[in-house]
């Protein structure tokens, strides 16, 4: 049972990523999926959730407008698409979810989640 995010790197403020979180032995659908992300020195902040459902869509305030969370049940894969990246969004990002959670928890807490995957590095800078 495995977690495996991708496609962070190092763009310019303004432009865009799109984060992968894939799934091995085990389906994400019928799961909460959130994105947490980790600047040095600071604490693992979530950035954004999406239930079991997709009714349920949850973001950071500072990321509201600007990224978007999908999930694709054909691919078994989570999205994180960013858009118009700022310098403060530098940090490493990580999917996680927990296979007894359909719903995102009303607050974004890392003792949430109960698996990991093992972290993105995004750099935005000029």
């Known amino acids: 049972l495995q977690l495996q995010a991708s496609g962070g790197g190092l763009v310019q403020p303004g432009e865009s990523l799109r984060l992968s979180c894939a799934a091995s032995?085990?389906?994400?659908?019928?799961?909460?999926v959130a994105w947490f992300r980790q600047a040095p020195g600071k604490e693992r902040e979530g950035v954004s959730c999406i239930s079991s459902s997709h009714f349920t869509k949850d973001y950071l305030d500072s990321v509201k407008g600007r990224f978007i969370i999908s999930k694709d049940k054909a691919n078994n894969t989570v999205y994180l698409q960013m858009n118009s990246l700022k310098p403060e969004d530098t940090a490493v990002y990580y999917c996680?979810?927990?296979?007894?959670?359909?719903?995102?928890?009303?607050?974004?807490?890392?003792?949430?989640?109960?698996?990991w995957g093992q972290g993105t590095q995004v750099t935005v800078s000029s």
């Open positions: 032995g085990f389906a994400l659908a019928p799961y909460a």
């Open positions: 996680a979810t927990n296979r007894g959670r359909a719903a995102c928890p009303p607050q974004a807490s890392t003792q949430s989640y109960n698996y």
